[in-house]
Nanobody, 114 residues
Framework: QVQLVESGGGLVQSGASLRLSCTAS????????MAWYRQAPGKQRELLAT???????GYVDSVKGRFTISRDNAKSTVWLQMNDLVPEDSAVYYC????????WGQGTQVTVSS
């Protein structure tokens, strides 16, 4: 069983930066592909970035150049550095771990004011 706990969300102004963290319990973190998603009200959950167990990142076009995903297997933690935030980035942000199954955190709210 894997438990994921996100943190780092909050209310910021346009142009600000935030760094989200997701810490995992259990022993499979280092073998898992980690990812960050977000879900805005009334919208589907969307994938933002992934990082393989070896540390290779991937991004969707909408966040490429603004968001950076990273991980530290020794700390069982994955981060999402978000820069130049705009109101459209407001959403609940979730991390996920994919190994034998897919596991989700509870989410952290990010609100960007104009």
């Amino acid at each position: 069983q894997v438990q994921l706990v996100e943190s780092g969300g909050g209310l910021v102004q346009s142009g600000a930066s935030l760094r989200l963290s997701c810490t995992a319990s259990g022993t499979i973190f280092s073998y898992s592909t980690m990812a960050w998603y977000r879900q805005a009200p009334g919208k589907q959950r969307e994938l933002l970035a992934t990082i393989s167990s070896a540390g290779s990142p991937g991004y969707v076009d909408s966040v490429k150049g603004r968001f950076t995903i990273s991980r530290d297997n020794a700390k069982s933690t994955v981060w999402l550095q978000m820069n130049d935030l705009v109101p459209e980035d407001s959403a609940v942000y979730y991390c996920s771990a994919r190994f034998d199954s897919i596991y989700w955190g509870q989410g952290t709210q990010v609100t960007v004011s104009s």
